[in-house]
Structures are given as C-alpha cells and as structure tokens.
C-alpha cells in the first residue's frame, strides 16, 4: 500500500513535470519572438533617427546659404540682383520651414517606435522569467522524484507557479 502511495505521487511529479517543460518552451519561443521583434523595431528607430539626422544637416546646409544669400543682398545695390536674391532667400526659407515640418514628423515616428519597444521588452522580460522558474521548478521536481522528497516538489510547485503568473502577464502585461 505504501508503494501504491509512493507510485501514485511519483505519477504528479511527472505530470507537472512535463506540463511546466511544454510551459518552458512556450515562454521561450515567445520571448525569443519578443527579443527578435525588439531587435527589428531597434533597426528601424535607427534608421528613422539616421534619416532625422541627414534631414538636420541638409537644414544646416541650407541655413547656411540662407546666411551666404543674406550677405550677398547686404553687400548689393543693384535691383536686379537684390530681386533675384530675394527670390532665392524666399525658397530657401520655404526649404528650412519644410525641413523643420519632416524633421517633426521623422521625430514622432521614431519615438512611437520607441514606445513599442518598450512594450515589446516587457513582454519577452516576463517570458524570459517565466521560463526561468519554470526551470527551476523542472529541476526542484527532478529532485524531488530522485530523492523521493515530497517538499523538493512542492517547493517546484511554488516555483511553477511564479512561472506561471510571469507567462500570462507575458501575453496580457497585466503588471
């Protein structure tokens, strides 16, 4: 009768067993999910931040004939050429105010990607700790089978389900 007891427990340990391992290769599929769309939304932040970069010194250039036309007019007295360098100081300040317009837009779209990163690594943190317990709580129950004590097992129970909560807040990041 004792061994009929002692085999029934041993059948749980490898029943929760199996179930936190198929736990533990969820969460890491998930979290390795998470950390690749991390890595792809970390390219494209530094790609917009490099194309708000070329766009500020394309503005820097163009400010810096806006200088060069401003001295041309000042040193000028002839109509002719005042006009035309009017003309020419009219676009380049249209070009700097646009400029300054793409550089804003370039800026919201690089931070809005930020923000999801954010996201994205609260998500793949809380799978990678949840297969982190869940490790652990394969390896209390291994123990516990070996070494028929009951109390390693359910120490990996508790630990199980710490991993637990952390896989489901994985999904919903519900704290």
Request: hydrophobic fraction near 45%; proline fraction near 1%.
């Amino acid at each position: 009768m004792a061994a009929e007891a002692q085999e029934k427990w041993l059948k749980w340990v490898a029943l929760t067993t199996t179930i936190l391992a198929v736990c533990a290769a969820i969460g890491s599929l998930k979290g390795g999910g998470y950390s690749t769309q991390t890595q792809l939304m970390t390219t494209k932040e530094n790609n917009k931040w490099s194309y708000f970069q070329s766009k500020s010194i394309k503005q820097h250039v163009t400010e810096m004939e806006r200088d060069m036309l401003k001295l041309e007019l000042a040193k000028s007295d002839a109509p002719a050429v005042q006009a035309t360098v009017q003309q020419q100081l009219k676009v380049v300040e249209e070009n700097i105010a646009r400029y300054d317009q793409e550089k804003a837009g370039i800026k919201a779209e690089a931070e809005a990607i930020s923000g999801k990163q954010d996201e994205l690594k609260r998500h793949g943190g809380n799978f990678g700790l949840a297969v982190m317990f869940f490790q652990i709580a394969i390896m209390l129950s291994a123990i516990g089978s070996l070494l028929k004590q009951r109390a390693s097992w359910l120490v990996g129970l508790a630990m199980g389900t710490a991993g637990l909560v952390y896989f489901v807040n994985g999904f919903f990041l519900l704290f």
